[in-house]
């Protein structure tokens, strides 16, 4: 981004080009820094979580609006309640 005193300049992405796969270097090496989290067996942290928190929002639309529009607000979304809801309309 470029700044004139304070300012961006290019604050839209019609002006400011995000930096793509030639703007990085040729090589670059990777470091890992271990360390323990807390509250994790042995210090282990997660790694696959925050994928998962829009999972059940997306089926739950996805079933919603394969049912017209009538929501199921029960987790998990097992198919006998998807049948409940398909037979109670």
């Known amino acids: ?3 004139n005193s304070g300012q961006p300049i290019n604050a839209t992405f019609l002006e400011y080009m995000p930096p793509s796969m030639k703007d ?11 360390t323990p989290h807390p509250e994790g067996p042995y210090g282990a942290k997660g790694v696959g ?3 998962l928190g829009p999972v059940e929002p997306a089926i739950g ?3 919603a609006n394969a049912l017209g529009g ?5 987790l998990p979304l097992r198919p006998d309640r998807i049948l409940a809801t398909v037979q109670n309309k």
Not at 24 to 34: A, G, K, M, T
Not at 70 to 74: G, L
């Open 1 to 3: 981004m470029v700044f």
């Open 24 to 34: 990085h270097p040729r090589q670059f090496q990777s470091l890992i820094v271990e």
């Open 49 to 51: 979580e925050a994928a």
């Open 61 to 63: 639309n996805a079933i």
């Open 70 to 74: 009538r929501r199921i607000r029960d």
